[in-house]
């Protein structure tokens, strides 16, 4: 990872023309404070195993959100890393709302984030593709291996919003010119997005700046997103529809994980 990056919770996504149709970038903007500042209560370490390093931290969210982040990583001798993230919500405490319209807080997504050097630039991975795909968008792409380029993962868009996302990914290998690089695995499909910005590239705040998307210049690394799920584009209209309730991530309990290998082809 690049220096001063580490891996972090991450649920939120640049707002697409959609999310400002439908407000949501206002909405929800709650999980973009959790995504950017978690309260550490506490953190264990247990090396008692030769072989195997368990480390476990337990974050509180904030008063918004009202729930706790427990992220364990257990690291072997053999490089590999298994990370697992479950967020614990206080149901109890949250406000009850019965419709859209009220504070009811909706995830964009639940996910991982990690900044790379710029060298990892190859990717190659089993999931739905050639084209950038969601949720309640991905009729017309197919699963299939494809082998690609970061630099190649963003659509042009006349704004710059969210883009670039695979679903249903099995693996994903991200490596450098030489075949040495990272490989991501889970016992269940992923959504992954990889590209050379940074999310706050992308997202313009709470209004529309009218940058266009040709004016962000690329940064000298590779973001890596591995999210459990993202919420649904919508693009029924972008006047204010939201995406339908079977691909929204409303405020629940969510648990997922995956592993990291290291790659070397050659």
Not at 67 to 81: C, H, Q, R, T, V
Not at 140 to 147: A, M, T, Y
Not at 225 to 246: R, T, Y
């Amino acid at each position: 990872m690049e220096k001063g990056h580490f891996l972090r919770p991450n649920f939120w996504r640049p707002p697409t023309d959609n999310d400002y149709g439908a407000g949501l970038q206002k909405k929800f903007k709650a999980w973009k404070e959790a995504s950017e500042n978690q309260e550490l209560k506490e953190i264990t370490v247990d090396d008692s195993d030769k072989k195997l390093v368990k480390v476990k931290a337990i974050y509180y969210l904030g008063k918004k959100i009202d729930a706790d982040l427990i992220i364990e990583y257990m690291m072997n001798s053999k490089g590999e890393i298994e990370v697992v993230q479950n967020l614990k919500t206080y149901k109890d405490k949250t406000i009850a709302a019965k419709t859209e319209g009220d504070d009811l807080l909706y995830l964009m997504k639940f996910g991982l984030q990690m900044v790379l050097s710029p060298e990892f630039e190859d990717i190659k991975y089993y999931g739905r593709g050639p084209h950038e795909n969601y949720s309640d968008r991905n009729y017309s792409s197919h699963l299939g291996i494809f082998n690609q380029r970061v630099k190649d993962q963003c659509f042009d868009y006349v704004r710059p919003q969210e883009t670039g996302n695979k679903t249903d990914v099995r693996w994903y290998e991200l490596t450098d010119m030489k075949g040495k690089g990272i490989r991501i695995e889970a016992n269940e499909p992923l959504s992954i997005t990889a590209r050379p910005f940074l999310d706050s590239d992308l997202d313009e705040g709470d209004n529309k700046s009218q940058k266009h998307t040709r004016e962000i210049k690329a940064r000298p690394f590779t973001v890596l997103s591995v999210d459990h799920k993202q919420m649904g584009l919508g693009c029924i209209d972008s006047w204010g529809a939201w995406p339908e309730p079977p691909y929204r991530l409303p405020y629940q309990d969510y648990s997922y994980s995956f592993v990291i290998r290291p790659v070397d082809k050659k």
